[in-house]
């Protein structure tokens, strides 16, 4: 296909009157959309005529005061135990920390007495792996129970981190 003088008028005409590339496709016949752009972009034709305007200008919305940013939740270290001390604990008992489990199918206290902790250095084969505490922290530490044979935890850390199928799709 050809642009002929009387194809080019006719386009620039069309695309004066505010016709899309599509319609001005469909009138002329034979051309695509695309080959239309081409040759309003190489002509250099320039603006389209503009839709006439409402005598009223819109209305805008009226917005709501928006509540000022809530600060984003920071998780840093382990979320599923938390360090809860109870604070009418003594002095001399505030050396024993009360780990409360946060997990959907055990939620029971578990105690871990001082002597049982260990650090990553002392961590073996037969001793229980879960991280208790922020990594970051100087209080942090791991388990240390015997761990199940074959198991990185101990058993009842295993029964936080292997629940059943079922178990999880109904805490959902």
Excluded at 21 to 44: D, F, M, P, W
Excluded at 121 to 129: I, R, Y
Excluded at 149 to 172: F, K, L, S, T
Aim: aromatic residues 6%; positive net charge.
């Amino acid at each position: 296909m050809s642009w002929s003088d009387e194809r080019v008028e006719l386009l620039k005409k069309l695309w004066g009157d505010g016709l899309s590339a599509s319609q001005i496709a469909a009138e002329l016949g034979g051309v695509t959309r695309n080959a239309v752009i081409g040759k309003v972009h190489r002509l250099g034709l320039s603006g389209r005529a503009k839709a006439a305007r409402p005598a009223a200008p819109r209305q805008r919305k009226v917005r709501r005061p928006s509540l000022p940013p809530r600060p984003a939740a920071r998780v840093i270290g382990n979320t599923v135990l938390k360090v809860a001390l109870s604070p009418e604990l003594d002095e001399e008992v505030e050396e024993e920390v009360v780990v409360q489990v946060r997990a959907p199918a055990v939620v029971e206290e578990l105690f871990i007495l001082p002597e049982e902790r260990v650090t990553i250095l002392q961590l073996t084969e037969q001793t229980c792996k879960w991280p208790v505490g922020d990594p970051g922290s100087a209080e942090f530490y791991f388990c240390g129970r015997r761990s199940e044979p074959g198991m990185p935890y101990c058993e009842h850390h295993c029964r936080i981190a292997y629940q059943p199928a079922g178990d999880r799709r109904r805490g959902r």
